[in-house]
C-alpha cells in the first residue's frame, strides 16, 4: 500500500511538474513574441519616418543587426535587402504583410522557417511614394527555446524529481502510519480516519460474529471431548487421507498411542492389514467393519466415511471390544453342542431298550429292569430339561422374579428337611445350625443355591460321612456355609467346576443323577444376588463351599 501511495503521489507531482513547466514555458514564449513584435513594430515605424525623410541615403552605412530591412517599389520589385542581393530577390508584392501595407498603410506577418526551428516577424510600412518599408526579425521558436534551456531544465527536472520522491516517501509512510497501528482488537476505539469508520463497524461486527461462531464450536467440541472421553469404546476421527483429527481416551490408550497424534496418520498408530483396509474403504465412500486382536482381546473396528455432498471428507472409526461378546458366543456354541450331547445319550438308551422291549426280545423277568431304565433315563432328560431351563432364566438376568427379605436360615433348614429322605437313603448325617438372617432376595433362587450345594455334598460324600449346613451374620453380610466329609475336589478342578457340563468323574456324576449344571446355577444365582463363592477343598477329606451374601 505505501508503494502504491508513493507511486501515485510522486506521478502526481511529476505530472503537475511537467505540465507548469510547459504552460509556463508556453506563457513566456508568448510574451517575448508580444514584446519582439511590439519592438519590431516601433522600429519599423521609425526606420520608415527616417526613409521617408533621407529616401535611400538612409540605409548607407547602416547596421541593422539582427533586423533585415528591405525596401520594396510599389510593383513589388525590392530595391534594397539588408541581407541579400536584390537582383536575385523575386517580387514581393504576393507577400501578405506587403499586400497589407499597401492597402491599409501597415502589415505585419509571421513565418516559420522550412525547419521550423525559427519563426521570421514581419512589419511592413507605407511609404508616402508608394513604396513598402519592411523589417523583419527572426525569433526562436518553442521548441528551440526548450532546447535551448535543456542544460537548466534538466537540473530542475532532478531537482524536482528528487523532492518529489523524498515528499511522496514521507507523505506515503504519514498516511499508512495510521492505518498501521490500528487496533484490530477493539476496531471501534480508532480514531485515525473518519472514512474508515464504516470498515472498522464491519470489522466489529464481523469480528463478533466470528466469536460468536468460535464460541459455539468451542462449546461443541467441549461436549464431543466430554462424552467421548468417558466412552469404553474407542472413537477416531480421521480427515480425508486418514489423517487423525481427534482420538478419544480409550482408543489412544488401545493403540498405545503417546503424546499428541493429532495430525499424524492412522497407519502410524496401527499398520495392520485390517486398518489399512478399513482407510481404503473410507477412501471409496463405503462402511467398512473388521476384527483385530490387540493385547490378548478381541476388538471390532467398524469405519464409518463422512461425506459433504459427492466427496469423503472423512471419516469415524469405531473401536468396540468384543471380547466377552465373543467368549459368550463361543460359550453358547459350546453349551449348544453340549445339551445335544447331554441329551442324545439318554435318548439313545430309551430307544434302544424300547426297541428290544417292542421286538419282544426281553425276557420277562428282565422287563422290569429295563422300564425302570426307560424311567430313570426319562428322569434325567426332565431334571436336565429343567436345570437348562433354570440356566437360560438365569442368563436372562432372573426377569419377572421379585425381590424380597429372606431368612436364609429358615430357608436352609427348610431345604435341609427337603433333602433329608435323600441324605438319610445315602447314610449321610445332615444337620443345620446358626441363626436367623434376613437378606434381600429371591427366594426361589437362593433355594437354587442352598439345595445344589448340599445335594452335591450328599452325593459326592462316603457312606456314614456328614454334611453341616450354618447360616450366620458377619458384619453387613450373611454367610452360608455347606461343609462335607466327601470325596473332595482335586485343586486343578476347583476352578473349573462352575462351567457349564463340568464334571470332575462324570462317570460317578451320571451315576448320581447329576447333569453337570448344578454348580453353574449356584454360580449365576449367586451372581444375580451379588454374592461371592469360595471353596475349600481337600480330596479325601471333605468339600466346604461358602457364600457370602450382601444384606442390602
Ligand atoms: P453335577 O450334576 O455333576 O453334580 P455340579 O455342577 O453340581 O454337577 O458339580 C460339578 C462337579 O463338581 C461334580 O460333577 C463333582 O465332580 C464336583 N463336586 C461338586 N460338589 C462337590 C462336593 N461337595 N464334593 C466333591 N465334588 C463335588
Redesign the pocket.
Known sequence: MTKRIFRSIFLVAMAVFAASVLLFSIMLYNYFSDVRQEQLRVQTELAAKAVAAEGVAYFDDLDAREYRITLIAPDGKVIFDSRSDTGEMENHLEREEIREALENAFGESSRYSVTLMERALYCAEKLPDGSVLRMSVSQNTLLTLLFGMSQPLAAIILIAVALSMFLAYRLSKQIVKPLNSLNLDDPLSNEQYDELAPLLHRIDSQQRQIKKQADELRKRQEEFAAVTENMAEGIVVLGTSGEILSINPAAARLFDASGDVVGQHMLTLNRSPEVSDLLSAMEKGSHAEKFLDLKGRKFQLDISPVSDGEKVSGGVLLILDVTEKERAEQLRREFTANVSHELKTPLQTISGAAELLKNGLVKEPDKQKFYARIHGESQRMISLVEDIIRLSHLDEGAKGMPRERVDLFKLAKETVKQLQPEAEAAKIALEVSGEATEIDGIPQLLNSIIY?LI???I???HEGGQVAVSVKNADNRAILAVE?T????PKE?QER??ERF????KS??KA?G???????IVKHAAMIHGARIEVE?EVGKG?R?EVDFPKE
Open positions: 445344589n445335594d452335591n455334598s452325593k459326592y460324600n462335607d466327601g470325596i473332595g475336589i478342578h467346576i462352575f463340568y464334571r470332575v468323574d460317578r456324576s448320581l447329576g447333569t453337570g449344571l448344578g454348580l453353574s477343598s468339600t463351599v
